[in-house]
């Protein structure tokens, strides 16, 4: 069996982990001044922070559309006996419906909810993949053991700035104005689906996320070693870097790979965020 695994443009993967494991996405909308651009093609998230720095409006985003999913299906379906497309959470868009819409149509296209978001949905991408590269499934098997593996994914972020978590309707506006006066810094974790508001923390950027990743990671025997995922929007100098060795020092993945977020996840997060996702067993 031949089986194409594509994406949303929401699953943060790079252009290197796109080719390495012959991954197609479909790009979601940015909405900047009323005018729409495809995520990743037509604007970037240096383009939305440099608006909202000079004084614009936070950008909104807007879900793939049923047509875009059916000319994005067919071309990615050629040459192929099946398609595994993955969308970011349910409860966050209406990507999931539209192309389930579309799915339904056409033959042996099926349709995975991530329950996450950004790297969190690579990773579940990422697997997918490595199970078409095989040709051992179809497209079906393979589709019913990515929405299996989607409980086990961990996705959290620490968020520096609230403004975008605020005014995007993704936090509750109490808990952002405390977070502001107090100088805490919140970890976002996606449970069932819903990015939540998992715990606070306090004191400089750079010891918070040190924090952060012990917290996660220490002692914790549950995690499938092979993979690690870094995902941040913009961080200073060397954070990236620290993150790394603090992730190392905590447990011996085999593999760490950062990648940037795309505007979708930069909307709603904002600069100075940065996560660790990786998969339970």
Known sequence: MRVKITSDSTCDLTPELLRRFDISVCPLYIIKDGVSYRDGVDITPADIFAHVEAGGSLCS???VSEADYEEFFTRE????DGLVHVTI??????????ACNVARRMKNVHVVDSRNLSSAQGLIV????EM???GEMTAAEIAQAMRALTPKVDAS????RLEYLRKGGRCSTAAALGANLLSIKPCIEVREGNMLVAKKYRGHYDRVLKEYVHERLTGNDTLRLHRIMITHTPVPDGIVDMVKQEILSCQPFAEILETQALGTISCHCGPHTLGILYIHK
């Open 132 to 134: 078409a590269a095989k």
């Open 126 to 129: 990422m697997e997918g993949a």
């Open 77 to 80: 379906m050629a040459g192929y």
């Open 157 to 160: 972020f620490c968020v520096d």
């Open 61 to 63: 985003t807007a879900a």
């Open 89 to 98: 959470s349910s409860e966050m868009s209406a990507c999931y419906q539209n």
